[in-house]
């Protein structure tokens, strides 16, 4: 008799434990679940939508969000191969011509604006990298590599305001002359 009131004993220890254990991850499962965590995110393949003109981008390299939540873009369209640039201008209809370096699009991916490149007035960079905007939605544009030693400054249209610094003329990186 001792023995089976020993064996019931220790069942209903180990149903007490196992009842236990089971309430204490549970009420852990709960309490993390309240708890804040971090944003999940996902690629869309999607993103950004088919570009007009069948424009092609090349090296994406800067990306900043403006107040509006619109996405910028400054890719290096020199750096497209001659593979991917079939385009001939005369031939209506053709494809593929590099979109200008600096692209504007909205949330869904819409192209919203297009501009950038070389212009009268500025250096524009052989390598841009980097894209910024200012809390006036002024549009910085920076470079790297071989010579970047300048900064160009541009309404959101892309009208030309300010560039700091001269490709290839580096007094020293504390320099503001303009």
Excluded at 7 to 22: D, F, R, T
Excluded at 83 to 89: K, M, V
Excluded at 145 to 158: C, D, V, Y
């Amino acid at each position: 008799m001792r023995r089976y009131r020993r064996v019931a004993i220790a069942c209903c220890v180990v149903a007490l434990a196992l009842g236990l254990g089971a309430f204490a991850i549970e009420r852990r499962t709960l309490s993390s679940a309240a708890a804040p965590q971090a944003p999940l995110f996902e690629v869309d393949p999607m993103w950004p939508k088919p570009l007009p003109n069948h424009w092609v981008l090349g090296w994406a390299t800067g990306v900043t969000v403006d107040a509006q939540d619109h996405i910028w873009i400054v890719h290096q369209a020199n750096k497209l191969a001659p593979g991917e640039l079939f385009g001939n201008a005369a031939v209506p209809g053709s494809c593929c011509f590099a979109a200008p370096p600096v692209l504007e699009f909205d949330q869904a991916g819409n192209l919203v604006s297009h501009w950038g490149g070389p212009g009268e007035g500025y250096d524009w960079h052989d390598s841009p990298h980097g894209i910024s905007l200012d809390y006036k939605g002024n549009v910085w544009i920076a470079g790297n590599g071989k010579g970047a030693s300048h900064i160009l400054k541009f309404t959101r249209a892309g009208k030309f305001l300010l560039q700091i610094g001269r490709p290839k003329k580096v007094k020293d990186k504390n320099s503001k002359e303009i």
